[in-house]
C-alpha cells in the first residue's frame, strides 16, 4: 500500500521540487498543498491558518512535508507569526487528531545561523537563531519535539542549507550548504521512510559539498540518505567567471548579513 503525502507550500521552490520529484517516482500517492491553488499543477488550495481545512486535508496521511512559510519581509505580527506559528501549530493539532504518523518539518540552517565558522554544530547542540526567521524555525522544531514526546507523531527538522531556484549555488558559502533538487527528494523520501521507532530526529539537509559547515555522513547509515551532488563542482565554474559568484561569506555560517549586525560577545 502506498504511503499518503501531503506536501504544504507546494508552489514554492522547495515545496514544488519535492511534489515533482516525489510524483515521479511514483511510490507516494501526493496532495500538494498551497495557499495559491493551481488546477494545472496538480496543487490544491490551503491557508494554513484555517484548522478545519488541515483537519480535512490530513485524513488518511501517512506523512506531511511541511514546507508552507511566511517570509521575513512580510509583516511580522500580522502575517508571518499567523502562517509560521499559528499554521504549525494547527498542523501537528490535525495531524494529532488524524494519526498521522510523521510530520518532515522543512527547516533552516537559520535555526542555528549565529554559529561561527570555525564551530563544529552538531544538530543537537542549542539553537542560535540569526533572524525572527531562523527564530520561528526553531519554535517549530520544538514544536515537534513536544507532538513527538506527548503524541507520538514523529517528527523530523531538516534544516536546509542553501536551495537555489535554478538548482545550482552561487557563493562560496553556498556552495558548502547547497542541497540540490534531487537530493533535497531523496533526503524527504529517506524521512517518509525511516523506522517508525524514531520519534524526533533534528538534522541538516546539504548536498555532499566540498568545506561543507555539517557533518552529514552518519546520516547514510542512520536513514539511508547518500547524496550524489557536489556544490564545489559549481563553485570552481564560478570561480573562473567571477560575475557568477556573489559575495557573501563571513564569520557566521548564518551568511554575511549578519557581519552588521555585531552580535554581542559572550560574557
Not at 503525502?5 to 515521479?24: E, F, H, N, P, S
Not at 502562517?83 to 518539518?105: D, K, S, W
Not at 542549542?126 to 526553531?138: H, T, V
Not at 557533518?215 to 570552481?236: A, E, F, Q, T
Amino acid at each position: 500500500m502506498r504511503r499518503k503525502v501531503l506536501i504544504t507550500g507546494a508552489a514554492g521552490k522547495v515545496g514544488g521540487c519535492l511534489v515533482d520529484g516525489l510524483r515521479v517516482n511514483g511510490r507516494y500517492d501526493v496532495i500538494a498543498a498551497d495557499l495559491r491553488g493551481d488546477a494545472e499543477r496538480g496543487i490544491t488550495m490551503l491557508d494554513v491558518t484555517d484548522a478545519a481545512r488541515l483537519k480535512e486535508l490530513t485524513r488518511g496521511v501517512d506523512t506531511v512535508v511541511h514546507c508552507a512559510w511566511m517570509k521575513d519581509e512580510e509583516d511580522f505580527l500580522g502575517k508571518v507569526l499567523p502562517v509560521n506559528v499559528t499554521g504549525a501549530y494547527h498542523l501537528y493539532e490535525a495531524a494529532r487528531l488524524n494519526g498521522v504518523r510523521r510530520i518532515v518539518f522543512a527547516s533552516s540552517n537559520h535555526a542555528t545561523g549565529y554559529y561561527k565558522l570555525d564551530e563544529k554544530v552538531e544538530p543537537t547542540d542549542p539553537y542560535r537563531p540569526d533572524s525572527f526567521y531562523g527564530l520561528s524555525k526553531c519554535y517549530i522544531e520544538l514544536l515537534g519535539r513536544l507532538y513527538a514526546d506527548t503524541y507520538g507523531v514523529s517528527s523530523f527538522n531538516v534544516r536546509i542549507g542553501n536551495f537555489a531556484g535554478d538548482n545550482r549555488p552561487h557563493s562560496q558559502r553556498a556552495a558548502r550548504i547547497w542541497i540540490s533538487c534531487r537530493d533535497l527528494v531523496r533526503l524527504v523520501e529517506c524521512c517518509i521512510e525511516a523506522d517508525d521507532h524514531m520519534k524526533f530526529l533534528p538534522l541538516y539537509g546539504t548536498s555532499a559539498n566540498e568545506g561543507n559547515y555539517y557533518d552529514i555522513g552518519y546520516l547514510k547509515p542512520l536513514i539511508g540518505y547518500d547524496p550524489r551532488d557536489n556544490g564545489g563542482v559549481w563553485l570552481h565554474e564560478a570561480e573562473a567567471n567571477e560575475h557568477l559568484l556573489k559575495q557573501d561569506e563571513s564569520e557566521y555560517q548564518g551568511g554575511s548579513s549578519l557581519n552588521k549586525r555585531q552580535p554581542a560577545e559572550p560574557g
